[in-house]
């Protein structure tokens, strides 16, 4: 198990030697930002984002994400050539030392949100999801104010992409992404990169638009589509774990014996009630997903992967990038180390 933390590179304000003195941390979960979705990562646009980690003596093996476009989760006619970018930002990666790439097939929306500064009962924030709130709101007629929403596309980009999706269900959107794996596994097999899909957070289909990768069935045929071990999961916890269909222990017992999990997002969720939860911190006390079950699943499974604390609450006054302080994901960090070293102890 390497321990991981994210990092948004040149915009995070997070200094690297802070991150290095987090215990057992020892590498750094980032991506290119600054490449437009469907442009090739070069080289040297890799290796400038590499270089400051390498010197402040942490690694650089996992990508956090490449970006699929629109056009080849819509099946487009433009989907070929930019796959064939996709496969050279692959190869490129692979060069550059780059061991796993995770990236998701959620179209649109990526994740979701209806708060970035819930405050909980021991006045720290997180980030919470509210149905109702969700359901309120209707992107096609009005301006939508989600937070953490990126607003890349306009009023009217964002009404054309929407009306694109209305001739893609869940069946049409499998076609694509086994179009898309067909293409880009043999590329990942030459270059020594495995690809670890992140679950749809949350994983029930938002919107209207179609949301495919949201149980253990899902990730059944997933990984079927292609059987190569670059062909994996990221396995996000909270993101299917907010749905109590999702036992979470049984998910990772069964792909880490297959080799499916060559990466982990561990963090825990509250569920408050039906489609709706609240982020909370990473102990198992503190949420509804019991993290020592899930983790032991995972050791006693074989896991030999990356695993990063995922999103914090912004705690002691951090006015931190939502999700993304430091200060509680570097206690998720710790607890999670403490788990497998406890774990890894009994066994002896
Ligand atoms: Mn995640």
């Not at 995770?102 to 509210?130: E, I, Q």
Request: glycine share 6%.
């Amino acid at each position: 198990m390497q321990m991981t933390f994210r990092w948004y590179n040149r915009f995070d304000n997070i200094p690297l030697e802070y991150i290095r003195q987090i215990p057992y941390v020892s590498g750094i979960v980032t991506a290119v930002y600054d490449i437009p979705v469907g442009e090739v990562w070069t080289k040297e646009a890799i290796l400038a984002v590499k270089q400051p980690i390498i010197d402040a003596g942490l690694t650089f093996e996992v990508i956090e994400s490449v970006p699929v476009h629109e056009d080849i989760k819509m099946g487009a006619p433009t989907r070929d050539r930019l796959i064939d970018n996709y496969c050279q930002t692959i190869r490129n990666l692979g060069e550059a030392g780059i061991k796993v790439i995770c990236y998701n097939f959620m179209p649109v929306f990526d994740w979701l949100r209806s708060d970035l500064a819930h405050k909980l009962s021991d006045g720290s924030t997180c980030l919470a999801f509210d149905q109702q709130t969700i359901l309120n709101m209707d992107p096609s007629v009005s301006e939508l104010s989600l937070p953490g929403w990126d607003e890349s596309y306009t009023k009217d980009e964002l009404s054309a992409l929407l009306e694109c999706y209305k001739n893609i269900d869940h069946e049409k959107l499998w076609e694509n992404l086994e179009y898309f794996l067909k293409k880009i596994i043999p590329v990942c097999e030459e270059a020594g990169v495995k690809m670890a899909i992140h679950p749809d957070d949350p994983p029930w289909s938002i919107f209207g638009l179609p949301r495919i990768i949201t149980d253990k069935s899902a990730l059944e045929r997933l990984v079927s589509i292609v059987d190569s071990p670059c062909n994996g999961i990221t396995l996000c916890l909270g993101s299917l774990g907010c749905s109590p269909k999702n036992d979470m222990v049984d998910i990772a017992a069964e792909f880490a014996k297959r080799g499916k999990v060559p990466f982990v997002h561990a963090r825990n969720v509250y569920i408050t009630k039906e489609n709706c939860f609240e982020e909370s911190a990473h102990l198992s006390s503190s949420g509804s997903l019991d993290m020592y079950a899930i983790l032991k699943a995972l050791y006693d499974n074989g896991f030999d992967g990356y695993i990063r604390p995922d999103h914090g609450r912004n705690i002691w006054g951090e006015d931190g990038r939502p999700g993304y302080g430091l200060y509680d994901r570097a206690l998720g960090a710790a607890y999670l180390t403490g788990l497998w070293e406890a774990i890894n102890k009994s066994k002896e």
